[in-house]
């Protein structure tokens, strides 16, 4: 009987010898379509912890905050030159800093220091809920450093990058979902009925200029800060200031790559550094595809001033070295471009960006921001006061609830009025022309004089001397793409297409 029982005891023994030792496996995350879609919510979260899984000695996700209906917002950090990066030699792994430092149940980003210090690139889309095509780039942005990260090593080496693709997701669903034109996130107010703050207004750097009504997109909310989205931006930023050397917001649908300031007219000290910064990206765009952008300071492309804005605070109390708004295409897409066209805007842009950061990091020691004068004041900044302007409960204008509600609802009017005194000029002096052929010659109006047989009026001699223009010229400090900034304050002259959905 112990024979048997030794026998069999062996013949177990081999058995389990000759059984091949299976693997424990871990959940595979199904990959979403970034390229050629548009992506819920869930999904773009999917995505994101697909490619903290699959590539986990490079790439760390983190969870900034949650919104008011309890959405988390993630950042997804892209650091190649850590010290847990396998693919990297034993000599670069020693001389490299850790990827992240635990803090209780979290993990944060390290803060590096010394020789590590000014190279992380920051970038956030996904503000405004509207702009779909600012979300998807900002996930081929990670594809392209990650899934294709062999073509794109360069960089890696160079640069780390930390990229929050969808900032306002409570918004972004509202947008999908209820009403595509939706701009703010979904915090509502409890002394009104009306819903939402543009979390772009609502950052602290002169928040107090300007007017802003409840009931408009570009509510800037109670107070600076006053919103979970942008709380759990200005921690991160705050916390990683001192290594950050490129701040990069994506929007739509300007067509348009813009640097400080946003809420006054004048331009910063190093305007020169940030608009080779932006040509950059605009060149390599162009010699891409063809795609002409627009480059200049932020309240001289869309002709007006604005407070409270990310970049305007990254640039300004932060001060990050480089801070550009890069506003996607274009008016003819809208904020929603076909889902046939993401992917060719995503890559085109991704050519773009890919070439600012190169660019930022060639410039990274011309430019010292220590000694920086003070900042400069608004033309009509307000001191913080409780003001009863912002519990007006208005019925929002057309103008205000279509896709540019953020434009004046003047400028409509203006525009008619405009139109109706030429058209009324034209009626007077064809009725006057008439009146010299049945009466003979006649007495004209001040302003006003014949015209010689066969000469149109700009080929008279002119009454009075040309008047010379105020303000910078096109090589002057302040220009972009030959627009001009005066020095008194006044508006810039119109271009050609207004702009007037960033910020």
Known sequence: MAAKS?????????????????????????????????????????????????????????????????????????????????????????????????????????VHTGEHCRKTVFIEAGTHAREWISISTALNCIYQLTERYTRNIEVLRKLRFIIVPLVNPDGYEYSRTKNVNWRKNRRPHKSSKFVGTDCNRNYDIFWNSGPSKINRN??????????????????????????????????????????????????????????????????????????????GSISCLTKRTIAGSVVDYVYGVLRVPMALVMELPSRELGFQPPVEMVSQIGHESWYGIREMCKRSYDLRLQIKRENEPPLPRPAHYESPQPSNEAMTTETPTPEESAAGGDCPKTLPKKKKRVKASVLAQHEAILRLHKGSKANGPQVLPEGLQALPAGLFPRQLAPKYPPMKRSGLSRDGRGGGDGVILTSRGKPPISSTMPLGVFL
């Open 218 to 295: 570009t509510y800037k909310g109670e107070r600076a800060f006053s919103e979970p989205e942008t709380r759990a931006i200005r921690n991160i930023l705050d916390r990683m200031s001192s290594n950050l050397l490129f701040f990069l917001s994506l929007h739509s649908y300007g067509q348009s790559i813009m640097y400080p300031w946003g809420y006054c007219r004048e331009t910063p000290l190093y305007w020169r550094e940030l608009s080779s910064l932006a040509n950059s990206g605009k060149s390599a765009i162009k010699s891409y595809n063809g795609r002409e952008y627009r480059t």
């Open 6 to 110: 030794k026998r069999n005891t062996q013949t177990a023994n081999e058995r389990n010898r000759d059984t091949p030792i299976t693997p424990l496996r871990r959940l595979v995350i199904p990959r979403p379509d970034i390229l050629h879609s548009y992506l819920e919510y869930k999904q773009v979260n999917q995505y994101l912890e697909y490619l903290a899984q699959r590539y986990p000695h490079f790439v760390h996700m983190y969870t900034l905050g949650q919104t008011h209906e309890k959405r988390e917002i993630r950042a997804l950090e892209i650091n190649w030159m850590n010290s847990e990066n396998s693919e990297l030699s034993s000599q670069m792994r020693e001389h490299s800093p850790p990827p992240f430092v635990a803090q209780g149940r979290f993990k944060a980003p390290v």
